[in-house]
């Protein structure tokens, strides 16, 4: 084949939620939406705020040269400057436009931190069950990726577990709280025991250890504080998007943050540049942009999922399903009721329940049920979950 092998395979394989997707999308066409349970995709049902519109309606009265024009690489210094005041307000801190750099999306964001970080022969560690593009985008900067199991009752991170993974190759360590796949938010203890084994690692081998925090979550918690990692551990890199908190999915904003307490900070904001630069993950959409400008300190209506939480959760729970309770998040992992997830799956599909089996996250026995859905599709598809439990009494 004169083309490239791993580019081909990615295409061939395609990532189990989007063909599940693809595969409701089909079954409500032919037996009618209402008939399908489709919870696959993490694509957010509530619409993005008022905000957004008035932002977008505004930016149409501006000179088209000045709306559509190319940015900085790095994004427009207002916008930039939009975000580091957010986050200043929200923790305390005091980054500038220089600390940050504007991408289409949280997968812009993480791929450009590995690019920004990996050189040959290392490795970055995932916590499982985590998302699966994580694999790929590491993969392609030229790191191996490392799963390390979460703890498995809490889901919180096994920090032992971490320490044993970590060797010379280790170039970071990649979480994700609020958690896609489980819902769970790291608490401060477990993060702080975390910064614990990275800095006693970096001790015994001399090395030096990222942490890339993956918040595009970090809004959608039910009355849970999530801390602010870089309070935790310097040497740490945020990666954030707006897909979740304003519903903006398909608009493609987001940024990576370097904190200037980062020890290697200046470098590294140019690497940052540089891997932005590599991947021609440059300028990104100019008009979403402007609207971070306008709509930073927009409020998440997370009340919507915390309505279909409840009614998932009180619902799955009163029929005898095993789940993890979700502290953020729209999703719930749910425990598979035979010990084959992909199974498991097979039994959903005939009652046209489509979660998404466990070991598309690197974890077996479980389903991820996403409820970023209307409130109908919850209630209505109860039925059908009690149907599921009977098979298997
Ligand atoms: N990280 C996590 C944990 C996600 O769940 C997702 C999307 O679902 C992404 C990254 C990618 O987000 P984006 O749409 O901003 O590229």
Known sequence: MSINQKSYDYGAAKSSIREIAAYGAARKAAIGAENVYDFSL???????????RASLEHSLTLPPTQVHGYTPAAGLPSAREAV???????????????????????????SISFHALVNAGDEIIVIA????????????????????M????????????????????TKAVVINSPNNPVGSVYS????????????????????????????????????????????????????????????????????????????EHDELVLAVAGAGRKL????????????????????????????NRKALTEGLGSLGYEYIEPDGAFYLWV??????????????????????????????????IGYCVSYETIVNSMPAWAKLKALYE
């Open 280 to 307: 021609g993950f440059v300028c990104a959409p100019a008009i979403f942009q402007r609207v971070l400008i306008d709509c930073v300190d927009e409020p998440s209506d997370v009340e919507a999922y915390a309505r």
């Open 42 to 52: 993490g694509n957010p049902s509530i619409p993005a705020p008022e905000a957004v």
């Open 84 to 110: 580091a005041k957010s986050l200043n307000r929200r923790f305390g801190t005091a980054y500038g436009p220089n600390d940050l750099y504007l991408t289409c999306g949280a997968a812009a964001s993480l």
């Open 188 to 263: 401060r203890a477990n993060l702080d025991a975390l910064a614990e084994v990275l800095h006693e690692r970096e001790e015994e081998l001399g090395t030096r250890i990222y942490l890339i925090s993956d918040e595009p979550y970090r809004e959608i918690v039910y009355g849970i504080e999530v801390p602010w990692v870089p309070d935790v551990y310097d040497r740490t890199i945020v990666t954030y998007s707006y897909s979740k908190s304003l519903s903006l999915p398909g608009e493609r904003i987001g940024w990576v943050l370097v904190p200037p307490a980062n020890p």
């Open 150 to 169: 979460a703890d498995a009752s809490t889901f919180q991170i096994d920090t032992e577990a971490v320490r044993a993974a970590i060797n010379e190759h």
């Open 335 to 368: 425990k598979a009721l035979e010990p084959d997830a992909g199974a498991f799956f097979e039994q959903c599909k005939k009652l046209d329940l489509l979660p998404v089996p466990s070991d598309s996250f690197g974890c077996p026995g479980w389903v991820r």
């Open 129 to 148: 069950p985590y998302f699966p593009e994580y694999r790929v985008w590491i993969e392609t900067s030229g790191a191996a990726c490392i799963e390390v």
